[in-house]
C-alpha cells in the first residue's frame, strides 16, 4: 500500500464588511472559489465568524473549528511580502505561532485521510505557518503577503509535508 496522501489548502478568509460577517464582496468572492474547488473531505476554520462563512461558501459545509488557527490576533503584525514575514521568525512569540499553525495544519491534513481539507485562518498567521513549513522542506516561498482567500497549499505524504505552493484567488 502506498504512502497516505492529502492535501490540505489553507487560506485566508474573504473580504469582512460591518460587524463580523462578510461583505457582499467578500461572499462573491469566495462563491466563485468554491466553483473551482475541489471535493473537500475536512473542512475547518477558525472560530472567528468571517472564517467559518467563509469556509462554509468555499467547502460547501462546515465540518469544526480548529481554536489553533485563531491566533492572538492583535498580536499580528500585518506586512506586505511573505519575506518581511520571515524576518519575524527570530522572535520566539512568533516562531512558536508560526509551529502552532504548522501542527494544527498536519491535524487537519492527517483528518483528510487520502483527500483534500480546507482551512480557514487568518493573514499573518498563515504566512508564518507556511515558512516553518517551507523552511523544513528547503524551499523558498516570496511574494505579496496574503490577501483575502489567498493561501498555500501543502501536500503531505504519511503525515508530514513533501511541498508547498502559494495559492491566489481569483481577482
Same mark, same amino acid.
Given at each position: ?100 499553525? !504548522?501542527?494544527?495544519? %498536519? =491535524?487537519?491534513? &492527517?483528518? +483528510?485521510?487520502? $483527500?483534500? @481539507? *480546507?482551512?480557514?485562518?487568518? #493573514? ?5 505557518? !507556511?515558512?516553518?513549513? %517551507? =523552511?523544513?522542506? &528547503?524551499? +523558498?516561498?516570496? $511574494?505579496? @503577503? *496574503?490577501?483575502?482567500?489567498? #493561501? ?20
Amino acid at each position: 500500500m502506498g504512502a497516505h496522501v492529502a492535501t490540505l489548502e489553507i487560506r485566508r478568509h474573504a473580504e469582512r464588511g460591518a460587524g463580523a460577517v462578510l461583505s457582499p464582496a467578500g461572499v462573491r468572492a469566495a462563491e466563485a472559489l468554491a466553483r473551482g474547488a475541489p471535493r473537500y473531505a475536512v473542512v475547518t476554520s477558525s472560530p472567528l465568524p468571517r472564517a467559518m462563512e467563509t469556509a462554509r461558501l468555499v467547502g460547501g459545509r462546515l465540518d469544526g473549528t480548529e481554536p489553533a488557527l485563531l491566533p492572538d490576533l492583535a498580536q499580528l503584525v500585518q506586512l506586505r511580502t511573505i519575506e518581511e514575514h520571515a524576518s519575524l521568525l527570530g522572535e520566539a512569540r512568533e516562531r512558536e505561532l508560526a509551529r502552532e499553525q !504548522a501542527a494544527a495544519w %498536519a =491535524r487537519i491534513a &492527517g483528518a +483528510a485521510g487520502r $483527500g483534500h @481539507a *480546507l482551512a480557514i485562518g487568518h #493573514g499573518g498567521a498563515i504566512e508564518l505557518g !507556511a515558512l516553518v513549513v %517551507a =523552511r523544513a522542506l &528547503g524551499t +523558498a516561498l516570496s $511574494g505579496p @503577503a *496574503l490577501s483575502f482567500l489567498d #493561501g498555500f497549499r501543502v501536500r503531505y505524504e504519511s503525515d508530514r509535508p513533501v511541498a508547498i505552493e502559494v495559492v491566489r484567488a481569483p481577482r
